[in-house]
């Protein structure tokens, strides 16, 4: 019988040629086959870079709803719960906001480059609420209720001025109209800026508080007061 020795000494003699025994090391034998194994053959299958990359990016995405369902009240269920919720979320406040719109839009005049009269502005705006376009009915009687305002000289013309300053103004000649004077800016800044769309009642109120104005003088205390904190 052979020992262990010798049979790991044999096994080490290959053959060659003329049955000259060759004794290969291990050392170069692990070259050797890393060598082979480095042939483009044996990896024409294997993922390039980027799916390397996706496999391991799907793999963290795993992962890490794994560990959210893991740390969500009831497991996956609850997960699938509070995701369901945040979606909710943001649809109810997409809808109450209105389209994102940049804030430079903001800043743009009430009247823009149009110069009519308030009768104009309401007769459009009358048009506009017969056909049942609120927003463009809103739109366009507030354009009246300000332009009727500085044709009384209760606010002095001024090119540029937007809805929220021509409140701001007439709130403090007309002390009694403020808080529904900024209502209004408030409700053309959505539908004009913010992406809303208006509706009949918000039309009505308007129409209602410019007939209102209209029937008031403002009052010689709060235009001086007006007047000093202009100058």
Partial sequence: M??????????RHILAGGDIPVDTSRVPAREAARDELSDPMYHEHDPNLLER???RFWDWIGDLFAGAAGAAPGGPLGLVVLVLVVIGLGAALWWRLGTPRRTAHMTETLFGDTARSATDHRTTAAAHAEARRWTEAVQERMRALVRALEDRAVLTPRPGRTAD???SEAGLLMPAHAARLHAAARVFDEVTYGGRTADEAAYLTLRTLDLDLEATKPSPAA???A???AG
């Fill in 53 to 55: 990359g996706l496999d």
């Fill in 223 to 225: 235009t001086g007061a």
């Fill in 2 to 11: 052979t020992g262990a020795g010798g049979t790991t000494a044999a096994a």
């Fill in 227 to 229: 007047r000093e904190t």
């Fill in 165 to 167: 300053e021509a409140a």
